[in-house]
């Protein structure tokens, strides 16, 4: 083999969103800080793999709720001084209009180089246009992803790179690939060969599998943003169809494309079988940086073999710090405490527990288990919001017991899967892609309790490092079915276990942390992206002439 042959491909990772810190917030939740972790196990293990992304300069939301329960948004301006001025400034057209991007680097987070699109400048008549994440109309949201794709590609070039490969996390960078096949055109390809040889470079990774999660553009509203590039209808409505569905776009201009589960795996394979022309689906599931969200301590006791629950109590007392701090009331460190964080998305069901009162009320009557909420809703989100208020509700109805907290963020998040005993998960199957809060927690020697949905159905294994309830059951009163195993559970497996077997739940404890280490870390995750992915993709054989 040549030395080219062997060369380790350099990647760039596109994604809307990274959460690298809690001080940095340009994600919203769950594919922003899959992005981050990734961009911090590269750096660890000396992955040549940048980032591409936008700097929302007033991140997502900042989400409280009045008095009445109902949550409202505030978008602070951040202070962002950290990130080095690369110098480069690029140019995109939208609605006709030139736009300047400026670009920013972050690489303050041991994190690889992070490469960020910014067009809030003086000479751009819509400077708007980067500061929020997620907000905006729709055609706000094609300009938003003019900037990370084409104006991403441009960014790339201007900086000098040499990348190999090019990685879509999520649909919202594939016009990244409309750049590509515009260059290729350029150079004096066909269509055609310029799509296949662009194909060559495109690893892709899809997500949600709620169809409404998947999103898709009117051509007429594509071509007047400017998201053609170049291309002609024929040639779009090739590669995304009409409308022009973006995971569609995804599949098409990638040679292979993986699912972040393996249930998501098949789900994904399912839900995309029509879609003529469609790359290979695997399965690659998410893992989360270990250096991020595991206290050092938990690893250092479990390899010294002392009290696994000495320094799992610290960071409950930690947890219950904030919830007094936060909310005035006092939790017992004594008492059992179930944690659940989610988007506050129907399918995940955040008030599930609630829903069977008989079985709940004895439970906090007898002081048996505490609860804690966390989550947001999107801004444009009425339904979701109303979710919010009702676990607000809630938690003014059983004060001191079950609490809500506000601005689910990496802090919060961290906190929450440090400091809770059990991390709850209940996602009506199969809607979960993967889930990673529950890695976290798992790592923290916090035991999940959850439906087989996401990367539980690999993590679960039953009474020895967590629970699993509902037994996969899909179809009719799936709620029911559900609502009722989680109590079963509760009752006759966590609750004694936890009362009246410390060695036991010790036990568990460790085989959480342990498990949780070795099979859902990002470290895991990046190595298998270059196994499974970038290296089947880049090798030799696998380049068209
Ligand atoms: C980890 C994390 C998520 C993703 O967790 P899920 O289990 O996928 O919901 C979302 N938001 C924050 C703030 C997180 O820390």
């Known amino acids: 083999m040549s030395k080219q042959a062997k060369k380790v491909p350099s990647v760039a990772y596109f994604c809307m969103e990274f959460g690298l810190d809690p001080s940095f917030p340009i994600y919203s939740g769950g594919l922003g800080i899959l992005a981050g972790d990734y961009l911090k196990a590269a750096y660890d293990d000396g992955y040549p793999i940048v980032g591409v992304g936008i700097l929302w300069r007033k991140g997502y939301t900042s989400q409280y709720v009045d008095d009445s329960g109902y949550p409202y948004d505030l978008s602070p301006e951040y202070n962002f001084d950290f990130l080095k001025d690369t110098g480069v400034k690029v140019e995109v057209s939208i609605k006709n209009n030139p736009v300047t991007l400026k670009v920013w680097l972050a690489e303050h987070f041991n994190n690889a180089p992070l490469y960020l699109l910014d067009a809030d400048l003086p000479e751009n008549k819509e400077p708007w246009l980067t500061h929020s994440l997620y907000r905006g109309n729709h055609d706000d949201r094609i300009a938003q992803e003019i900037i990370l794709g084409i104006g991403g590609i441009r960014a790339l070039r201007a900086l000098g790179l040499d990348i190999d490969l090019y990685h879509f996390n999520e649909g919202h960078a594939v016009l990244a690939g409309i750049e590509l096949i515009r260059e290729k055109m350029m150079a004096g390809l066909q269509f055609e060969q310029a799509l296949q040889a662009t194909r060559r470079e495109i690893v892709f990774t899809t997500h949600t599998p709620v169809p409404a999660g998947n999103e898709s553009h ?29 995971t569609v ?8 494309t993986n699912a972040v589960s393996q249930l998501h795996g098949e789900t994904a394979q399912q839900m995309w079988q029509h879609v003529t022309d469609c790359s ?16 050092p301590k938990m690893q250092e006791a479990l ?3 002392t009290s696994l629950f000495a320094p799992h109590q610290e960071n409950k007392q930690r947890l219950l710090a904030e919830i007094q701090f936060k ?14 964080a989610r988007r506050a998305a129907t399918y995940k069901r955040g008030d599930l527990i609630f829903r069977d009162r008989a079985e709940l009320l004895p439970l906090l009557q007898n002081r048996q288990v505490q609860l804690v909420f966390s989550g947001k809703a999107h801004p444009q989100d009425h339904e979701g919001k109303q979710l919010v208020a009702n676990l607000v509700a809630l938690a003014k109805e059983f004060p001191g017991q079950v609490i809500f907290l506000e601005n689910y963020d990496m802090t919060l998040g961290k906190l929450l899967t440090r400091g809770c005993d059990v991390w709850l998960n209940n996602p009506r199957r199969p809607m979960e892609a993967s889930g990673t809060s529950g890695m976290k927690a798992a790592m923290n020697g916090v035991l999940n309790f959850s439906t087989l949905d996401g990367w539980w159905v690999e993590g679960c294994q039953h009474g020895v490092n967590g629970w699993q309830f509902g037994d996969a059951y899909i179809g009719d009163g ?7 195993a989680l109590y079963r559970t509760l009752k006759e497996q966590i609750i004694p276990t936890y009362y009246q077997d410390r060695p036991k739940w010790e036990s ?10 070795t099979d859902f870390s990002a470290r895991r995750m990046v190595r298998e992206y270059y196994n499974r992915m970038y290296q089947v993709v880049a090798a030799p054989q696998a380049k068209i002439s």
Do not use: C
């Not at 594509?222 to 409308?243: C, F, H, K, W």
């Not at 776009?249 to 292979?256: D, F, P, V, Y």
């Not at 599931?285 to 595991?294: I, L, M, R, S």
């Not at 568990?508 to 280490?517: D, E, L, P, V």
């Open 218 to 246: 009117h051509h007429g509203a594509l071509s007047y943003v400017g998201a053609y590039n170049g291309l002609t209808y024929e040639q779009m409505n090739r590669i995304g169809g009409d409308p022009f569905n973006m």
């Open 249 to 256: 776009a995804g599949l098409r201009l990638s040679t292979l």
């Open 280 to 295: 290979p689906i695997i399965a690659i599931t998410n893992g989360v940086h270990q250096g991020t969200w595991q206290d």
């Open 303 to 305: 390899l010294s073999g």
């Open 327 to 340: 909310t005035g009331h006092v939790l017992d460190p004594e008492t059992l405490l179930i944690g659940f």
């Open 478 to 484: 799936q709620d029911e079915h559900d609502l009722n």
């Open 508 to 517: 568990m404890m460790k085989a959480s942390i342990q498990s949780g280490t």
